[in-house]
């Protein structure tokens, strides 16, 4: 069956919704209970694991495990990074519960908004280019943590990186591209070349009164996912202009800039 129309139908996807909504709020419960008033972190793996497993079992007609684990791939990915990143800040900073309560809502949220369009046939183009987007930013700030405060082995977090990067890579150009696995090999190998370096002199920006926490290097790799990505879109799409060109370049050059003038961050490694 093409997964594209192993979903269930229109008269009952309201029902759907409704379940997706009620998982993501339990997603939150769970999540500020473990990460925030338990010492086992860990747990929330197996708790956001089965909650998700749960979730599409019920979304997906067919209840083959392989289909069922690969339309929840994605949000199972990002509820596990966003969720350990967020937990990492408040680590740290030792972020109010408030506040923590807020990120972990918003995490739950967007993993919520993901569930709903991997039920969906046809891709909305730009919802996927903000996810791809947040995806990066908080993968590749999470591998600067994991190494930097959790001193994680670096060869593990390489790995780690590479996955996730391939797969976000994979996720977005399957929208307009055939065959695109060479593609986002690629680009996982270019963010962990990067983090290879970078990690020699690991650069942590705090945003005052902001829970987050930024790494130079993933500033500079979502800025290149930005301006590399946007000019391989209109490319395919055949509606690349040297307008296009240069205002995606623009963006990319002003970032890196920003980065020069903002050298006064903290260092850590």
Request: aromatic share 16%; with cysteine; hydrophobic share 55%.
């Amino acid at each position: 069956m093409n997964l594209k129309t192993a979903f269930k139908r229109a008269n009952l996807f309201s029902q759907g919704q409704r379940l997706i909504v009620i998982v993501s709020v339990v997603m939150s419960f769970f999540a500020v209970g473990i990460l925030y008033y338990t010492p086992l972190p860990l747990m929330m793996i197996p708790a956001a694991l089965g909650l998700n497993y749960l979730l599409f079992r019920r979304l997906i007609v067919t209840k083959k495990i392989k289909t069922i684990i690969t339309k929840s791939l994605r949000p199972t990915i990002w509820i596990g990074i966003s969720l350990f990143y967020f937990y990492s800040v408040y680590v740290i900073g030792k972020m109010p519960i408030i506040v923590f309560i807020i990120c972990v809502a918003t995490s739950s949220l967007i993993y919520g908004v993901i569930s709903y369009f991997e039920t969906q046939s046809q891709p909305n183009l730009l919802i996927d280019n903000i996810l791809t987007i947040l995806f990066i930013l908080f993968s590749t700030s999470l591998a600067s943590l994991m190494v930097a405060y959790w001193h994680w082995p670096a060869a593990l977090v390489m790995v780690l990186l590479w996955v996730t990067n391939f797969l976000v890579a994979l996720w977005w150009l399957l929208d307009f591209t055939n065959n695109p696995q060479i593609l986002a090999a690629l680009w996982g190998f270019v963010t962990l070349e990067m983090f290879w370096l970078a990690s020699r002199w690991t650069v942590l920006y705090q945003i005052p009164n902001v829970p987050f926490v930024l790494s130079q290097y993933s500033m500079i790799v979502t800025a290149l996912a930005y301006g590399w990505g946007g000019i391989y879109y209109h490319y395919k799409q055949r509606t690349l202009k040297k307008t296009i060109i240069i205002e995606y370049l623009a963006v990319t050059i002003v970032v890196f800039l920003v980065l020069i003038v903002m050298n006064r961050w903290t260092g850590t490694g």
